[in-house]
C-alpha cells in the first residue's frame, strides 16, 4: 500500500540518523490515520533533527511546524514562525462578538468608537446578535469589546479574534504573482 511505502521510505532515510530530513508531501495517499500518525513522527522528528516538509496541504503545515517558508517560483513571500506569521499577515484582525441586545443598542455602543472602523451587526437565534468589528491600525479590540458588554450587562456567549489560516495567508501572497504569470 501506499502507506507501507511511505513509511519504509522513511525508516530508510532515517537509519542513518541524519541532521536534515527533507519531507516531499508525506502523507499524500494515506487513510486519516496514518495522516495522524506521520504528523505524530514528524512532530517528534523535529525534537532531534532538521525536518523539511515540502506540500501543498497547508493545513499539514500548520498542524506539524513550528516554522514556515513559503516560496513561490524559486521566491521566498513570508518565513517566519508559524504562529507569528499568521498575526504578521492578519489583514484586518477582524473581532465578532455574540451578544445579548439590541442591534441599536449595539450600533450606538461601537459605531463611533475611536479604534473601531466599521461594524455590522447580524441578527442569531433568541436576542443575540452578532457584532463584527473591524479595528483601526491592528488593534485587538477584544478588551474593549469586553468592557463595553460587561458596562452594559449584556450576556456574551462568544468572542474571538479572526485568524487567518495558512491557505488565507499564501493565496494572499501569492494572487497578483500567479496573474502576473
Known amino acids: 500500500s501506499k502507506g507501507y511505502r511511505q513509511r519504509v521510505g522513511l ?27 506521520v504528523r505524530a513522527l514528524v512532530k517528534e522528528l523535529g525534537k532531534k533533527h532538521t525536518v523539511v516538509l515540502s506540500t ?25 514562525r508559524t504562529e507569528d506569521l499568521g498575526r504578521r499577515m492578519s489583514l484586518d484582525g477582524q473581532v465578532v462578538a455574540e451578544v445579548e441586545a439590541s442591534e441599536a ?12 472602523e466599521h461594524v455590522e451587526v447580524q441578527p442569531l437565534d433568541g ?16 478588551p474593549l469589546v469586553y468592557a463595553e458588554v460587561r458596562e452594559n450587562g449584556w450576556p456574551l456567549r462568544e468572542l474571538t479574534r479572526s485568524r487567518q489560516s495558512l491557505e ?6 501569492t494572487r497578483g504573482k500567479v496573474r502576473e504569470d
Open 11 to 37: 525508516s530508510d532515510a532515517l537509519v542513518h540518523e541524519p541532521d536534515l530530513i527533507i519531507l516531499d508531501e508525506p502523507t499524500i495517499g494515506l487513510d486519516p490515520h496514518q495522516i495522524r500518525s
Open 56 to 80: 501543498h496541504i497547508l493545513n499539514e503545515v500548520e498542524m506539524t511546524c513550528s516554522r514556515v517558508l513559503i516560496l513561490h517560483r524559486g521566491r521566498i513571500l513570508a518565513a517566519d
Open 105 to 116: 443598542a449595539l450600533l450606538e455602543a461601537f459605531r463611533d468608537l475611536p479604534e473601531v
Open 127 to 142: 436576542n443575540f446578535r452578532r457584532v463584527s468589528l473591524v479595528p483601526r491600525g491592528g488593534v485587538d479590540l477584544r
Open 168 to 173: 488565507d495567508i499564501f493565496i494572499h501572497l
